[in-house]
T-cell receptor, first 114, second 111 residues
Framework: GAVVSQHPSRVICKSGTSVKIECRSL??????MFWYRQFPKQSLMLMAT?????????EQGVEKDKFLINHASLTLSTLTVTSAHPEDSSFYIC??????????FGPGTRLTVT | KNEVEQSPQNLTAQEGEFITINCSYS?????LHWLQQHPGGGIVSLFM???GKKKHGRLIATINIQEKHSSLHITASHPRDSAVYICAVRSDSNTGNQFYFGTGTSLTVIP
């Protein structure tokens, strides 16, 4: 089956620094990728939709200047958390759409901001 | 009211039991996903459904579009099935991609 990877799986950074998370579709081209975050004991929340070659579409309440999304190729989307703060500590997950409704989820990245 | 409701929220079963997790949704959908999230957080896509039934090993997922309901069944449950199971739907809204997630069902299978 299709595989989506994320890197890194875990990251700890200091407050005020920026962190980049990569999402790759390993064996298919994904014109659309999605980014989610999950707070402890809560379900996933869609943050933004990333289309290759165009600007990401952010969900209401998600700061586009804080969560920079780049979808430079058909197999890679990156999420950069800028000027991270402890409240940005969360589990970030991506998914990639293969065709139509086929959607594959990455394993997630746990971000801890100290 | 949540667009996706799961039940039960928590479930404890003895090894070998047959398990059913239910998902009801209130929006028109193009697809429904069942996800498995392990204690470390990693997510695995189990099924994508738009109609009917799918089976993979001991897992079976069904969907009834008319009733807006899906079930995930686990036969001969095993402690390694212990995880949170999340139902997610992609709506068929004309306004773009809309995803709605259930709050998850936490399953514990006791040896």
């Amino acid at each position: 089956g299709a595989v989506v990877s994320q890197h890194p799986s875990r990251v700890i950074c200091k407050s005020g620094t920026s962190v980049k998370i990569e999402c790759r579709s390993l064996d298919f081209q994904a014109t659309t990728m999605f980014w989610y975050r999950q707070f402890p004991k809560q379900s996933l929340m869609l943050m933004a939709t990333s289309n290759e070659g165009s600007k990401a579409t952010y969900e209401q309440g998600v700061e586009k200047d804080k969560f920079l999304i780049n979808h430079a190729s058909l197999t890679l989307s990156t999420l950069t958390v800028t000027s991270a703060h402890p409240e940005d500590s969360s589990f970030y997950i991506c998914s990639a759409r293969k065709t139509g409704t086929e959607l594959y989820f990455g394993p997630g990245t746990r971000l801890t901001v100290t | 009211k949540n667009e996706v409701e799961q039940s039960p929220q928590n479930l404890t079963a003895q090894e070998g039991e047959f398990i059913t997790i239910n998902c009801s949704y209130s929006v028109g959908i193009s697809a429904l996903h069942w996800l498995q999230q392990h204690p470390g957080g990693g997510i695995v896509s189990l099924f994508m459904l738009s109609s009917g039934k799918k089976k993979h090993g001991r897992l079976i997922a069904t969907i009834n579009i008319q009733e807006k309901h899906s079930s995930l069944h686990i036969t001969a449950s095993h402690p390694r099935d212990s995880a949170v199971y999340i139902c997610a739907v992609r709506s068929d809204s004309n306004t773009g991609n809309q995803f709605y997630f259930g709050t998850g069902t936490s399953l514990t299978v006791i040896p």
